[in-house]
């Protein structure tokens, strides 16, 4: 047998090789789920609370939820393939439509970077009022004190995708601590509620626990970072990615959920949230204190994440000069330049500005933002599921067809279920206004081409941490 001095150069290469793609995989899976583990903080009690505390109907509607998630996952592993280089529905939209049909879903994710910078800071200072409860009277003063500080720390550049690994994994392994010990706890009585129809109650409360859902763009637009890899290269992470994010973000949410019920942990008191009982009821108070900590911190880096994501799209959006000398952009100029640490600073400060007047708005509490939330990025999944559908009808793969006709009616039905709220027309109405007014810019700007791969070249980092071994 060899001995390690002995053995062959190319072969002590390609081991580096694969446990550097292992650890770029791990990295770049468990950063970009950040957001919809995260969403488990706020979304399983949003169901609740659509249901009206009804424990008995909450695991029927986050089944409901997961099956929606994993539709539109299948999509999504087929839009992967196809657009390996990143950019997510607005680069299906584009291709499928017509380019100006690319700034629907831009406008869309505008909006829902806007509202989940909100909707996490504002779950963040749920997470410490839980732990903290002396703190309640300052809830707006610390979710905007959370915000300025990961507005802050955008100053200094990608915080990179190890540390969003990191907390996710952190928020994971403490979340399993906090259910090992519900099997044995005796099990509750549920009340009896009654209603009218439970398959209408169940499908009317689940989409506002559609926030589950609202990170699987991200894997699709984040495949852009690799450019360490070949196309195949990215496919492959980004269908793991999503097969990871749904694997994982299924079993946390219908765990948690299970053991909810068990325990009958109803709508809890301003002061609290569900996730916060849950892990109260879990033994030692060390426990509890590691999970809201996490919580808190994941609930962070899914703001920061956004923090990134929305000013470099701006940034991608905005006019500048090509190596040809030709002008290209449909943005003012300003929300392209940036500082030492290539961050759009001005991108930052707007959406700082316009995240505040949201919390502000909303006292500081993520279940107001949630009946906001899985509105925006439904629009950008409609979008893109149909310019899939019309790929694979192209392509003649009548399965797929189906498959993508069956994930659109679902979000065009989550969508529509939403708007039977108030604050999802506001919602809509402002993706809307996104929408129009990019539209309305690059128009102005003689339509130039290469705009719907703003998304892709937003995610593209300036300073990009090669997490691959060197085969030196």
């Known amino acids: 047998m060899a001995s390690p001095q002995t053995t062959p150069p190319q072969q002590r290469a390609l081991v580096r090789l694969v446990h550097g793609r292992t650890a770029l995989l791990i990295a770049f899976a468990f950063s970009v789920m950040a957001d919809p583990v995260s969403s488990v903080a706020y979304a399983i009690e949003a169901a609740l609370r659509a249901l009206d505390g009804n424990l008995a109907l909450l695991m029927p509607a986050m089944i409901a939820v997961v099956i929606v998630v994993a539709l539109v996952v299948a999509s999504y592993h087929q839009l992967v393939a196809r657009f390996p280089e990143g950019g997510g529905s607005a680069a299906a939209a584009g291709a499928a439509f017509g380019e100006g049909f690319a700034f629907i879903p831009m406008g869309a994710l505008i909006v829902d970077f806007v509202l989940t910078i909100s909707i996490s800071v504002s779950a963040g200072a749920s997470a410490i009022i839980s732990y903290l409860p ?43 601590l906090v259910l090992l010990p519900v099997p044995g706890a005796p099990p509750a009585v549920l009340p009896v509620h009654p209603v009218a129809s439970a398959p209408l109650s169940v499908a009317l409360a689940f989409p506002v626990a559609m926030a589950l859902a609202t990170g699987v763009e991200a894997p699709s ?129 707007v959406f700082a500005i316009i995240s505040m007047v949201v919390v502000l708005a909303a006292g500081a509490r993520d279940q107001e933002l949630v009946l906001f939330y899985a509105v925006a990025v439904f629009v950008s999944f409609l979008t893109g599921l149909l310019a899939m559908a019309r790929f694979s009808l192209h392509d003649r793969k009548p399965w797929w067809v189906v498959l993508n006709v069956a994930a659109a ?31 309305w810019s690059w128009v102005r700007a003689g339509r130039p081409r290469g705009a719907g791969h703003a998304v892709a070249e937003a995610e593209v980092l300036e300073e990009e941490v090669d997490l691959l071994v060197d085969d030196d």
Not at 240 to 250: C, P, S
Not at 253 to 272: E, K, N, R
Request: aromatic letters at 6%; charged letters at 10%; a positive charge.
């Open 221 to 349: 637009s984040a495949i852009a970072q690799l450019a360490q890899l070949d196309n195949n290269g990215r496919r492959a992470f980004g269908r793991w990615a999503l097969w990871l994010t749904l694997g994982i973000v299924g079993v946390l949410t219908l765990s948690i959920t299970a053991a909810v019920v068990h325990l009958g942990i109803t709508v809890p008191q301003d002061d609290s949230t569900m996730v916060a009982e849950l892990a109260r009821a879990a033994d030692g108070p060390g426990v509890f204190a590691a999970f809201q900590a996490t919580t808190a911190l994941l609930l962070l880096s899914a703001a920061s994440s956004s923090f990134q994501a929305g000013p470099g799209l701006l940034k991608a959006l905005a006019r500048k000069k090509v190596a040809d000398g030709t002008e290209r952009g449909v943005l003012p100029a300003v929300l392209g330049r940036t500082n030492v640490h290539h961050v759009p600073v001005i991108g930052v400060v």
């Open 409 to 439: 009616v679902v979000v065009a039905f989550t969508l529509v279920a939403n708007l039977a709220r108030p604050a999802a027309i506001g919602s809509l109405a402002a993706t809307a206004l996104a929408a129009a007014g990019l539209y």
């Open 134 to 176: 002396g703190l309640a009277p300052w809830r707006i003063v610390l979710a905007l004190g959370l915000l300025v500080l990961v507005a802050g720390l955008m100053w200094f550049g990608h915080l990179g995708r190890a540390v969003f690994a990191l907390l996710t994994i952190a928020f994971i392994v403490t979340a399993v």
